[in-house]
Nanobody, 117 residues
Framework: QVQLVESGGGLVQPGGSLRLSCAPS????????MGWYRQAPGKQRELVAT???????NYADSVKGRFTISRDNAKNTVYLQMNTLKPEDTAVYYC???????????WGQGTQVTVSS
């Protein structure tokens, strides 16, 4: 069973920055798309950003220009650089990865991001 481990969450003031990281707990192969989702209290989980193995990216409109997703294919690690954070970015952020010929999906356990003064 693939386990994804996120790190980098925390408390930050509005306008601040955080960098999230996500990597599998053991060496695995054939990772395809990777991405970040978030879920705020009382809301559905929503897409934040995704990145293909080739580096093509997709962002939610609400984070375009502020967040940057990237990945290191050699380490199967995905990053989310979050700048100019706003209180409405407060949520639990989840890493997601698809693997293999059938794009089987895996989720991380989530990391809390709180934007507050």
């Amino acid at each position: 069973q693939v386990q994804l481990v996120e790190s980098g969450g925390g408390l930050v003031q509005p306008g601040g920055s955080l960098r999230l990281s996500c990597a599998p707990s053991t060496a695995i192969f054939n990772i395809n798309d990777m991405g970040w989702y978030r879920q705020a209290p009382g809301k559905q989980r929503e897409l934040v950003a995704t990145i293909t193995r080739g580096g093509s990216t997709n962002y939610a409109d609400s984070v375009k220009g502020r967040f940057t997703i990237s990945r290191d294919n050699a380490k199967n690690t995905v990053y989310l650089q979050m700048n100019t954070l706003k209180p409405e970015d407060t949520a639990v952020y989840y890493c997601h990865a698809k693997r293999g010929a059938f794009d089987i999906g895996y989720w991380g356990q989530g990391t809390q991001v709180t934007v507050s003064s």
